[in-house]
């Protein structure tokens, strides 16, 4: 399913924790307002998308998940997750799910955190090591997947 890429699977997310909760919203899991709460973690997710996003087409570097990596980028938010863009697209959803604030959507949250965690990132990851080798060890070494140093 290599036409499903991050950004679209975010999209599909966000359209379905939407319809759940206009649909089928379960409970109210968290008292109104909490509209402020919920967009400061998204706007956090959007820097968190759109900077590295930036860094990469400065750069020339691929950003396509299935397409062949073409650099490896190591600085910026780089320095501290090896994947600030999914992790940027997860805020997002989870600002989207507070400021909703009922228990259904966060379902699709959880399905693209397993999409990132369980496919997303491992293909890329495995396309990484071969083709940067040593250096992509050693990055890999020194900084988590989702968030901090080693």
């Given at each position: 399913?290599?036409?499903?890429?991050?950004?679209?699977?975010?999209?599909?997310?966000?359209?379905?924790?939407?319809?759940?909760?206009?649909?089928?919203?379960?409970?109210?899991?968290?008292?109104?307002?909490?509209?402020?709460?919920?967009?400061?973690?998204?706007?956090?997710?959007?820097?968190?998308?759109?900077?590295?996003?930036?860094?990469?087409?400065?750069?020339?570097?691929?950003?396509?998940?299935?397409?062949?990596?073409?650099?490896?980028?190591?600085?910026?938010?780089?320095?501290?997750?090896?994947?600030?863009?999914?992790?940027?697209?997860?805020?997002?959803?989870?600002?989207?799910?507070?400021?909703?604030?009922?228990?259904s959507p966060l379902l699709p949250v959880l399905?693209?955190?397993?999409?990132?965690?369980?496919?997303?990132?491992?293909?890329?990851?495995?396309?990484?090591?071969?083709?940067?080798?040593?250096?992509?060890?050693?990055?890999?070494?020194?900084?988590?997947?989702?968030?901090?140093?080693k």
């Amino acid at each position: 399913m290599t036409w499903l890429l991050p950004p679209h699977l975010f999209l599909l997310c966000a359209a379905a924790m939407a319809a759940l909760h206009l649909f089928w919203p379960v409970a109210r899991i968290i008292p109104e307002p909490v509209w402020p709460a919920g967009l400061a973690v998204a706007v956090a997710g959007l820097v968190l998308t759109v900077v590295p996003a930036r860094l990469f087409r400065r750069r020339s570097v691929n950003i396509r998940t299935f397409d062949a990596p073409t650099g490896l980028v190591t600085d910026g938010f780089f320095a501290i997750s090896r994947n600030p863009m999914y992790l940027g697209f997860l805020l997002v959803l989870a600002g989207l799910w507070i400021g909703l604030g009922t228990l259904s959507p966060l379902l699709p949250v959880l399905v693209f955190l397993m999409a990132a965690e369980h496919w997303y990132i491992p293909f890329e990851e495995k396309r990484m090591a071969e083709q940067f080798g040593e250096d992509y060890r050693v990055y890999r070494g020194r900084v988590r997947r989702w968030l901090g140093r080693k």
